[in-house]
């Protein structure tokens, strides 16, 4: 099955600070979405970005789906960004019944 | 605007007993996908249904554990005979099928003691 790897497996960051996390798959995809799960366990969706750039806030999103990778980027960070941060994404050479299958995640701790 | 609801959201159960998960999708959606997550670890694709059908479950443990999503009412998860390392948080998700966004519930915590 498709193969997914998330990079740094873990972050620390001050307050304020910028960061990019990185999602490598292995084959094409038809469904890339981002989650942060909080320090309560609640799965949040980020994104929805099979292809292209988003933003939302302080979080954007740029996914080249022809190179297989998708990028995360979280700026001016704040303490209630802490958690871990998930790809997940959806093999388009399994036809439309197909499922998620999610990375190892990025864990995020912001500090004061 | 109701989201994917899921109960009980914590469960407590002796080893040996049933476990029974439920999970209501989101308005329109028939499609409905469980996930388990052991602790300290990302999510594990279980089983995808569509009403009333199983489209894939290649990631059930063979023994002990099912699925159904009934024409009508929530899908559920069934754990038969449940052993300790079954603990781990069940997430359910639903969508309108292919590459469409996925949005899921806030989880079922089964602790077996």
């Known amino acids: 099955g498709i193969q997914v790897e998330q990079s740094p497996p873990d972050l620390i960051l001050q307050e304020g600070a910028n960061s990019t996390l990185r999602c490598n798959f292995s084959?094409?995809?038809?469904?890339l979405q981002w989650f942060h799960q909080n320090p309560w366990g609640q799965l949040i969706n980020l994104f929805y970005?099979?292809?292209g750039t988003k933003q939302n806030g302080r979080l954007s999103a740029t996914t080249v789906a022809t190179e297989r990778y998708s990028l995360l980027y979280i700026s001016s960070s704040q303490t209630t960004d802490s958690g871990v941060y998930f790809c997940?994404?959806?093999?388009?050479?399994?036809?439309?019944?197909?499922?998620?299958?999610f990375g190892t995640g990025t864990r995020l701790q912001v500090t004061l | 605007n109701a989201g994917v609801m899921q109960n009980p959201r914590h469960l407590v159960r002796r080893r040996g007993q049933e476990a029974r998960l439920r999970c209501s999708p989101m308005?329109?959606?028939?499609?409905v996908y469980w996930y388990r997550q052991l602790p300290e670890e990302g999510l594990k694709f279980m089983v995808y249904?569509?009403?009333?059908?199983?489209?894939?479950e290649s990631g059930m443990p063979k023994e002990r554990f099912s699925a159904e999503f009934p024409k009508e009412g929530p899908s559920i998860l069934r754990i038969q005979q449940v052993v300790r390392g079954d603990s781990a948080a069940y997430f359910c998700?639903?969508?309108?099928?292919?590459?469409?966004?996925?949005?899921f519930g806030q989880g079922t915590r089964l602790t077996v003691v």
């Open positions: 998700a639903s969508s309108h099928g292919g590459p469409t966004e996925a949005f």
């Open positions: 084959d094409s995809v038809n469904n």
């Open positions: 970005i099979p292809s």
């Open positions: 997940a994404v959806r093999n388009k050479n399994t036809g439309t019944a197909s499922k998620l299958t």
């Open positions: 308005k329109g959606h028939s499609h």
């Open positions: 249904l569509q009403k009333e059908n199983i489209i894939d």
